[in-house]
């Protein structure tokens, strides 16, 4: 994006970058009320396993005394997905990434069982992550009173946007210069463009919902306090966007803008 050409008084509002999120969320995806058609990832029926002619039950994960883990941790996990992920890559496809909500039981022997998608986006992200999941190596199995127990478990999974068919990513209505000038003029109602100080970068985040809506705004790298507040409030009050897609359907997306205000001195 370009640097906004109206710019007064050293204040420069610069180009945002983006990043797709099913959240997070970052903001997350939260298309879940949406029942997903694909036999692979619909819910399966593992509350109770047959063992010694016991019954044994999903212990839920915030009941548990130590937490099952991926070898490595949430980190490794990540990194882990990202290798799976990477055989999918197409060549000059980069960018962006969204994020897929899986649930599935860590079994007493670290296994998995039970996985399930909460977001669905098309046959081929399903493969993906179903494959992803079902070649991970065993989890430590989650603990009660020193003893391994079935556990419940639920995460995301950033997904690279090549592995979907499309991605759109969302808009302001009128497109980018429209948005720069919007946000000079709000800035300038509350006296942003009043300070002449020296050089202050402001980063901050927001995610454009579903339905074009804004919210989860908060800023990532701080300023002065009182720029800091300015900027808040103009992002809270923007009008609603054109949301993005991934293979066709709306998506939460987290948004990065960087804000600068002052001048070199």
Not at 40 to 60: F, K, L, M, N
Not at 137 to 160: A, E, L
Not at 192 to 199: I, L, N, V
Not at 218 to 241: E, F
Request: net charge positive; charged share 25%.
């Amino acid at each position: 994006m370009n640097r906004c050409s109206s710019v007064r008084r050293g204040l420069v509002v610069k180009a945002a970058a983006l990043v797709l999120l099913m959240s997070g969320g970052a903001v997350s995806v939260s298309n879940a009320s949406t029942p997903c058609p694909c036999p692979a990832c619909a819910p399966v029926p593992v509350g109770i396993a047959e063992g010694d002619s016991v019954q044994e039950r999903i212990v839920p994960l915030k009941q548990v005394d130590v937490r099952p883990e991926f070898p490595g941790g949430r980190k490794a996990m990540s990194a882990y997905a990202a290798r799976c992920f990477a055989g999918n890559r197409i060549e000059g496809r980069t960018g962006w990434s969204f994020y897929v909500r899986a649930a599935f039981v860590v079994e007493k022997d670290g296994t998995l069982s039970g996985v399930r998608l909460k977001e669905h986006f098309s046959e081929k992200v399903t493969k993906a992550m179903l494959d992803m999941l079902s070649s991970m190596p065993r989890w430590t199995p989650g603990k009660v009173d020193g003893k391994p127990v079935r556990t419940g478990y639920s995460t995301m999974f950033k997904v690279p946007w090549y592995v979907a068919d499309s991605c759109t990513v969302p808009e302001f209505m009128g497109g980018k210069d429209v948005l720069l000038k919007y946000i000079y003029a709000e800035l300038k109602k509350r006296g942003g463009t009043d300070y002449s100080g020296k050089k202050v970068k402001i980063i901050a985040q927001f995610t454009v919902n579903e339905d074009g809506s804004i919210g989860d705004v908060n800023i990532k790298r701080h300023g002065r306090a009182q720029l800091d507040g300015i900027v808040l409030d103009v992002l809270r009050s923007m009008p609603r966007w054109k949301p993005g897609t991934v293979d066709g359907q709306p998506v939460s997306v987290r948004y990065t803008l960087p804000v600068t205000f002052g001048k070199n001195k």
